[in-house]
């Protein structure tokens, strides 16, 4: 089992450039998530799904877009880049609601 | 309104002197109070899950507690290996499901 595949590691973005992360998990887990996490700033939602064609805000999504054709695949989309959006960003899955998350090794976005 | 704060923010410990860290919560009608381990540059780790006053869980070197105010995690005998960031996080008051996260306690412990 892989559990939560996350690419790329790293990426470094210049403003108003486009792309996207790309999460992936293999447990047929209906749950996905996408937190930033920034220095002394804790893990912050982005967006969430509750299964696939599902999506919903969390707290910090200006910016931000996702989609969820799959259970497998929860994409997040950086329309235009803005140097706010240097972060590290994690993407997690659990079977059912909010318990055990299993959480992916990160994405380092910079943008200058 | 922050839902849950995590003290100290750092903490170093000599190998096998205990501690303990904490984690105050806000919440209503509480869901759960969750325990994660990180280590730099990976995703956090699940540790425990909580759910009500009185309750305990341990793993290895590793207590946690709860009371309706707060948890703790109590670390003894620590080892090296044990250095890493603890976060705990309760579910959000604004979402049914997802997990609200502390800024964490980052722990040395030297050898």
């Known amino acids: 089992n892989a559990g939560v595949t996350q690419t790329p590691k790293f990426r470094i973005l210049k403003i108003g450039q486009s792309m996207t992360l790309q999460c992936t998990q293999d447990m047929n887990h209906n749950y996905m998530y996408w937190y930033r996490q920034d220095p002394g700033m804790g893990l912050k939602l982005i967006y969430y799904s509750v299964g696939a064609g599902i999506t919903d805000k969390g707290e910090v999504p200006n910016g931000y877009n996702v989609s969820r054709s799959t259970t497998e695949d929860f994409p997040l989309r950086l329309e235009l880049a803005a140097p706010s959006q240097t972060s590290v960003y994690f993407c997690a899955s659990t079977r059912e609601g909010i318990n055990g998350y299993t959480f992916g090794s990160g994405t380092r976005l910079t943008v200058v | 309104e922050d839902q849950v704060t995590q003290s100290p923010e750092a903490l170093r410990l000599q190998e096998g002197e205990s501690s303990s860290l904490n984690c105050s919560y806000t919440v209503s009608g509480l869901r759960g109070l969750f325990w994660y381990r990180q280590d730099p540059g990976k995703g956090p780790e699940f540790l425990f899950t909580?759910?009500?006053a009185g309750e305990e869980k341990e793993k290895e070197r590793l207590k946690a507690t709860l009371t309706k105010k707060e948890s703790f995690l109590h670390i003894t005998a620590p080892k090296p290996e044990d250095s890493a960031t603890y976060l705990c996080a309760v579910p959000s008051q604004t979402g049914a499901n997802n997990l609200f996260f502390g800024t964490g306690t980052r722990l040395t412990v030297i050898p």
């Open positions: 909580l759910y009500s």
